[in-house]
């Protein structure tokens, strides 16, 4: 079992301005797959309660096949006993992925990253150019552990329409990845305020978001969403679930930082700077402490293996 205390001697470094965490798809909706009903009071990011009207949620619910886990509310209390409300259940399981065996190796990659800048098209050719990169760094292990490749678009639209629903408010969030559309949002406006062109904070951003679509190519985020229907929303057990997502989600971009560091545009200089960019990342219930947030993309980048990044293995104190 793997935990992260290879990484927590690391020398601590000034922390730079706190920005918001990025708010992700909820749980409910990562996995289109599922075929499971909505279940009563079924959890939910508090924005997306605010931010969702009735009627298009009505309309997620039957255009996604019923993605919500199911709770029936009149088996709740009857029939076998119920768990406790902040027990976690063996998430083991999720950590099984074959994706996760040690020895996972990303390629080498060399990334030719233009230049960043403010103007649209130079921040969307930035995205995409390391896009390509992720795609390349990734696809290998992907295939040799039988998961299927599918791309990804990256949006540095501002206030865009998506198949997940509204954008949280910037104070709350930068941007998000919707499994339902295939693309990575990251409005420009909010990541040049949150940012501005400090490029190891946009490399470990996309890196994070694009970790979330790995998740969901092989089949993480639908075994994770599994798992919500056997405890409370908002329950001290379903925000651990959300933040060993994240922190997984880390771990990949240290992975692939690693990857790609010492070639290319990515020198040895900016793949460091970019992994202790999470330590910028809030405080947050749903996505750890910030000292916990950078403790796992640098395992992911000290050790270059994906198996490093089990987090569903790992105690309950390194995920908090």
Known sequence: MHTV????????????????????????????????????GSRRRSWWRAVLPVALAVVLV??????????????????????????????????DNRLLRNGTVLADVHCDLPALGSAPERLQRFYTAELRCLERAWKPVLAEAGVEFAGVDVSITDDPTTACGALPPADEATGLYCAQDATIYLPRQRTLEAFGLTE???????????????????????????????????????????????????????????????????????GDAAVDDF???????THGASATQRTWAARGFRHGDVGHCNTWHAPSEDVA
């Open 5 to 40: 205390g290879d990484a927590a001697d690391e020398s601590a470094h000034e922390r730079g301005p706190v920005r918001p965490y990025l708010d992700d798809l909820p749980l409910e909706l990562w996995d289109s797959d599922a075929t499971t009903e909505a279940r009563p």
């Open 279 to 285: 330590r910028n990342w809030v405080d947050s219930e």
């Open 200 to 270: 190891q904070a946009h490399l470990a951003t996309l890196a994070h978001e694009y970790g979330h679509h790995i998740q969901h190519l092989s089949g993480i985020l639908a075994d994770a969403n599994g798992q919500l229907s056997r405890y409370p929303a908002g329950s001290a057990a379903d925000r651990e679930l959300g933040r060993r997502v994240e922190l997984q989600a880390n771990c990949f971009a240290g992975v692939f930082l690693a990857s790609a560091a010492g070639r290319g545009s990515i020198s040895e200089e900016l």
């Open 62 to 95: 039957g255009v996604l096949v019923a993605v919500l886990p199911s709770l029936d509310e009149h088996n709740v209390g009857s029939g076998s006993a119920q768990e406790a409300p902040d027990a976690v259940p063996s998430l083991a399981s999720i950590g």
